[in-house]
């Protein structure tokens, strides 16, 4: 046995033991890019991303930065100000982006920022990616993204993503392109927070978090997306009605779980989208095929279908059920449903819908055999040509009391209204199973 004394001195040798290996980490240089801070300086990310250990943060110095990051490990990848200046910016190399790596699925991906961490957390904070010039022509080229994350917990806050869209975007519209910030998970249960980030000009998707089909097993990645301002290219830009794609503001989908709330999300516009014909819409929110989402306290403008919920068990997707939206605010509504229900058991409570081109609340029968025992309450719907829009043959729902203001019917039953929208681009009636389009990299395989 040891003596009490031999203890402590045994303790004692311990301690400075251990201090020897923990004083040189503690006491490392800050890794930095660029020359604004005293350090290991490198002159460009991916170098002192390359020379980081596991765990270390890497400052970014105000500049431009013209070139593709791949990041493998857990690390801080910060955004410092200098003096007047706080704008690190990201941009194409000279030849263009090129391809870095691929999906969850195998499709090649040309990503500004991939990350794909083998050791941990990655948090990427005050970063601007400007995707201009990125050299990407034709819908068969990679997947061009902003930020990418791939199995990979961490954070994405206050950075900046933009113009992630082709450049020969006004020559092929409705390539299913350009994603701002996305999160993939197949291999493992991810956890991202996407916070306060500045989201615009995306040709296809502002926000994506994408899991495996529902039923096949693999976790999907849990997402936090609040406070981000997001902001599509709208049908007015782009040489429109030539370009453009079936935007979403936000998308979860494929299994991904997670919450949405105190986003700003405006501009969502499929241009060549008219009232009546067999295209797809753009959508402000979307949950595809993924179960218990919360979307809450939002803000969506100007969208063909502001918040919509979309099972699709035909193809083998999975379920939208379960979601619930409160408190949120509408307003704008383009062509179709302020919110749209195209799945079951899902909650609308306190939610303010103004100027919707349908109607406030759609409870959609055209997903297959959805729009059923939903709960709407509580909603104040001002100008709609429906209030509350129950699919012909729906049980189980319930709808009421809510406050109606300057709306043709409160109630009606069916999937369109008696008359098309005011200012409606052409048709007669809307075709039965119109909905938004999901980015799918399952179809882009």
């Keep these: 046995m040891f003596s009490k004394g031999s203890i402590s001195g045994l303790t004692l040798f311990s301690l400075l033991l251990l201090a020897c290996f923990v ?10 890019v660029g020359t604004c801070k005293s350090g290991v300086q490198f ?62 699925f195998g499709n090649p991906v040309a990503a500004q920022i991939f990350v794909a961490s083998t050791s941990g957390a990655v948090t990427i904070k005050g970063i601007t990616v400007d ?21 990979t917990s961490g954070t ?10 082709q450049t020969d975007f006004a020559d092929y519209g409705g390539c299913q392109n350009g994603l701002a ?45 609040s406070g981000n301002n997001i902001v599509g290219l709208a049908a007015t830009s782009m040489n429109w009605p030539l370009s453009g794609a079936a935007e979403n503001g936000i998308q979860i989908g494929f299994g991904a779980s997670g919450t949405v709330s105190d986003n700003i999300v405006n501009d969502n516009i499929w241009g060549q989208d008219q009232f009546g014909d067999t295209g797809d819409a753009a959508s402000g929110i979307l949950v595809f095929a993924s179960e218990g989402i919360s979307i809450t306290s939002n803000y969506v403008g100007s ?12 193809d083998g997707y999975g379920v939208a059920d379960n979601t619930t939206i409160t408190s949120n605010k509408v307003s704008g509504t ?25 109607s406030g609340v759609h409870l959609d029968d055209t997903c297959g055999g959805t729009g059923n025992n939903n709960t709407v309450t509580s909603n104040t719907i001002n100008e709609a040509c429906a209030g509350i829009l129950t699919g012909t043959g729906t049980t189980g729902n319930s709808v009421s009391p809510d406050t109606f203001f300057n709306v043709i019917n409160t109630t009606q039953s069916g999937d369109t209204c008696s008359a098309p929208p005011t200012g409606a681009k052409a048709g007669t009636q809307r075709r039965a199973a119109l909905r938004p389009a999901p980015y799918n990299p399952m179809k882009r395989r």
């Design 43 to 104: 002159a460009t990310i991916q170098a002192a991303v390359n020379a980081a250990p596991s765990g270390a943060t890497v400052d970014v110095c105000p500049n431009t930065y013209p070139e593709q990051v791949s990041i493998t490990k857990g690390l801080k990848l910060l955004a410092v100000q200098s003096g007047t200046s706080d704008a690190p910016v990201v941009v194409p190399p000279a030849g263009g982006i090129a391809q870095n790596g691929s999906d969850i």
């Design 334 to 358: 383009q062509l179709y449903d302020a919110i749209d229900l195209c799945s079951n058991h899902n909650t609308a409570r306190s939610n303010m819908l103004y100027g919707s081109a349908e």
């Design 23 to 32: 004083a040189p980490a503690a006491n490392a240089a800050p890794i930095i």
């Design 156 to 165: 994405i806050s206050d950075n900046a993503a933009r113009n992630q869209y």
């Design 303 to 314: 969208a063909q279908f502001p918040i919509v919920t979309e099972s699709d068990v035909a």
């Design 131 to 151: 995707a201009t010039g990125n050299n990407l022509v034709g819908c068969a080229a990679p997947t061009l993204e902003g930020i990418y994350f791939q199995n």
């Design 181 to 225: 910030i996305n999160v993939e998970s197949l291999t493992n249960a991810a956890t991202v927070t996407v916070s306060d980030n500045s989201v615009r000009a995306y040709q296809k998707n502002g926000i994506t978090a994408t899991g495996a089909a529902t039923g096949t097993g693999a976790p999907g990645p849990h997402v936090t997306i």
